[in-house]
């Protein structure tokens, strides 16, 4: 079982790496130290998922949690708009959902939608699935920061409807 509680901690390093490559896209302009405010995202994103996940049964509603933590955290620590701070969580949680998503599809067409194990009465999810997850989010991580790290665009109101 510990190996799939190091798996779990992998995934959720690879989640607060992402929202730290989203922060630095699109979040410029710090109210406090740049320092202080690119690591308060990956920290609040973590303690986030451990107080869901492991400390109460809360763990479903871990994304609405979050997008409101990293909205309000958005405006408190940059100079966004409101609008700004939305398309930002939006961004996020698209970054982390989707490679997961498309494992899962992918995984349960091999594995005929047989995607967990039973270790110790606890059903958890095949060691593949986490591992492949990993990498796909590494790999759309890169892409994003690479794609992302000169963006300049002042997005508008009418964007975040679209």
Request: hydrophobic content about 55%; proline content about 2%; charged content about 15%.
């Amino acid at each position: 079982m510990w190996f799939y509680n190091v798996l779990d901690i992998l995934c959720t390093i690879t989640e607060a790496i992402s929202i730290f490559v989203i922060a630095e896209c699109f979040c410029v302009t710090p109210r406090f130290q740049r320092n202080v405010s690119r690591i308060i995202f990956p920290v609040a994103h973590t303690v986030i998922v451990v107080c869901l996940t492991f400390f109460t049964d809360l763990g479903a509603l871990k994304m609405f949690v979050g997008i409101f933590a990293f909205m309000v955290l958005g405006k408190l620590c940059y100079r966004i708009v409101f609008h700004e701070c939305i398309v930002f969580a939006e961004m996020f949680y698209m970054l982390i959902l989707l490679p997961e998503a498309v494992v899962v599809a992918l995984m349960s067409f091999i594995y005929n939608g047989d995607v967990t194990n039973i270790i110790g009465n606890v059903p958890v999810l095949k060691w593949e699935l986490y591992v492949l997850t990993i990498l796909l989010r590494s790999i759309c991580i890169m892409i994003t920061y690479y794609t992302l790290r000169n963006y300049h665009y002042k997005l508008q109101r009418k964007d975040v409807l679209v």
